[in-house]
């Protein structure tokens, strides 16, 4: 029987009683709604091969690679997530992924193979929460702002390619294709409001960035191999802790196409 747990007050459930290589279609729509108002699912012990994380994939939409990093041989779009040392560690900072592009992945899974004994957690912080923490003033102020999103990450040196280098505008204040819900949609990758400078912005960009984190909002995951953790990233942003020194860390990664975010056309 399938059953939740809420792992923080405000991000993370864990689903027991589910095997994801055989979800009825009734079971998914629960783990997808779950993931869509908590952030974050965790199942254990799923033990999900690269081909299998590959097909359970599809049941949340299009695999997307993205620009960053290639993905492994005979699979659509899984990529691995290795230790690569403290200062190639490109993911410890809080952020969504790939917010750099038009239409950045909607979700992200990922299945742990090889774990540190101790260390090497992930966090997540429930973007929903933070905005809903944040006062009606500010609310209001940033209502109507775009972020500017840019690729300054190290993948493309970490692995050998070429830079991509892009960014994009995105809404300050997203609003969820699926729950309706507003969060507030800022990210490490953010540098700048639209048609502000840098200087310009950077108070209130500051401010928007030390939200997020906030132990309130946060669920940090201690993995276990055998691990499937499912996070939507309109949602959350998420850090991956380096602290475990030269240990083996190795997950598979898929990440699922999503959509142009929205700004909502509403006042709060
Ligand atoms: C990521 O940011 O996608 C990587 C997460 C992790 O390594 O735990």
Known sequence: MVSTEDLSPKAGSEVTGVDLRRLSSEDFKFISNLCFTRGVVVVRDQFLDANELDQFSKLWGKPWLGPLLPSLPGTEAVATIKNRGKLGTVTEYWHSDSTFVESPPAVTLLSAVDIP?????????????????????????????????YDRQRFNEVEGRAPYLGCVAHPVVRLHPKTGQRSLFISGQAEHFEDMTVEESAGLLQYLLSRLGQPDHVYR????????????????????????????????????????????????
């Open 117 to 149: 004994p101790v260390g090497g957690d992930t966090m997540w912080c429930n973007q929903y929460s933070v905005y809903e923490s944040l006062s009606e003033g500010l609310k209001r102020l940033i209502h109507p702002l775009k972020a500017v999103h």
């Open 221 to 268: 995951h201690r993995w276990r191999a055998g691990d499937a953790v499912i996070w939507d990233n309109r949602c959350t942003t998420h850090y991956a802790i380096h602290d475990y020194g030269q240990f083996p860390r190795r997950l598979h990664r898929i990440t699922v196409e999503g959509e142009k975010p929205m700004m909502d056309k509403n006042p709060p």
